[in-house]
């Protein structure tokens, strides 16, 4: 393995730093059997409550209403919100400006698409000739709105 001869020289991708195949610290005895298998059950368990959160949340606000769902909701925000602040992410969003008609214009843009889609599922399926003349417009609307994001990305 070649050294390079002066520390500011940049290496060549071919050459290979010797010190990573040298040995590191010998891990602890605490370290071995307590941080490292519970650093892995956190990660489990973190990943699990990630994935079955939206599901346990939706299936409580059907079972207990829409009031226990929104509470639930709201005290997810503020707990991400203070999350973000406390670990000092949140001087990131001190300029953010945005332009409250354009989203008003999109949220209120994707309730529309998404009360279509539901009452296609839920009413039209009877008259499935309506429904997929429905289901056509969605999806019609859903790429032109996808084409219009791509584009305005691009500019």
Known sequence: MTEPEAKGKK???????PSIFKPGPKDSWQRR???EPARSLAKFTFLGLLLAYPLVMVTLGIVFGGAYFWGIFAGSLG?????IWKAGYARNFENWNPNFRRQLVGLTFGFLLTAGFWLVLTTFLEHLEFALWIGAVIAALIVIAVGVTM?????
């Open 79 to 83: 707990l991400i919100g203070f999350v």
């Open 11 to 17: 290496r060549k991708f071919w050459e290979v730093d």
């Open 33 to 35: 059997y307590l941080i």
């Open 151 to 155: 584009r305005r990305a691009r500019e």
